[in-house]
């Protein structure tokens, strides 16, 4: 059996000196307004993977008005919604993110994001796929204003679900 998940995260530039994008700290001229670290990847990835097993999202397990969550590492949040996954019979077949923004540019941060990925979730190297993208100076990522990120997720059972 198996099941398809998908997710989309957005955050908007703030002050800071970096971004966090698939756990890896990318120096930028911004930061990412956000009440974790705003990793709009790893969200984007655990949306995909609750929305796979309907779970609901990110929002509903690690609500911003829960204090616990400030500033928290969203490779924690990933790891997480992982467990869940196993715990309810499935493993990662793969994963296929895309990041758009204008700027930072990602392709030198590409394998470091994955590598980051695949230790949080656990799963081969080959199992997540990652692009990065502009948006031809369209919309809130092509006016520099933030960062997004899609994925889509496929779930298979290891067992007899």
Not at 85 to 91: M, Q
């Amino acid at each position: 059996m198996i099941r398809i998940g998908q997710g989309y995260d957005v955050h908007a530039f703030g002050p800071g000196d970096h971004v966090m994008l698939g756990g890896v700290r990318i120096p930028h001229t911004h930061g990412l307004i956000a009440h974790s670290d705003g990793d709009v990847v790893a969200h984007a990835l655990c949306d995909a993977l609750l929305g796979a097993l309907a779970l609901g999202d990110i929002g509903r397990h690690f609500p911003d008005s829960d204090p616990r969550w400030k500033g928290a590492d969203s490779l924690q949040l990933l790891a997480h919604c992982m467990a869940l996954v196993r715990g309810r019979g499935y493993a990662l077949g793969n994963a296929d993110i895309t990041v758009i923004c204008e700027q930072p540019k990602l392709a030198a941060h590409i394998e470091a994001m994955r590598v980051r990925l695949t230790a949080a979730v656990e799963c081969d190297a080959d199992a997540i796929g990652i692009k990065a993208t502009t948006s031809e100076k369209l919309g809130f990522t092509g006016r520099g204003e933030g960062v997004a990120a899609l994925a889509v997720v496929l779930l298979q059972s290891i067992g007899n679900q």
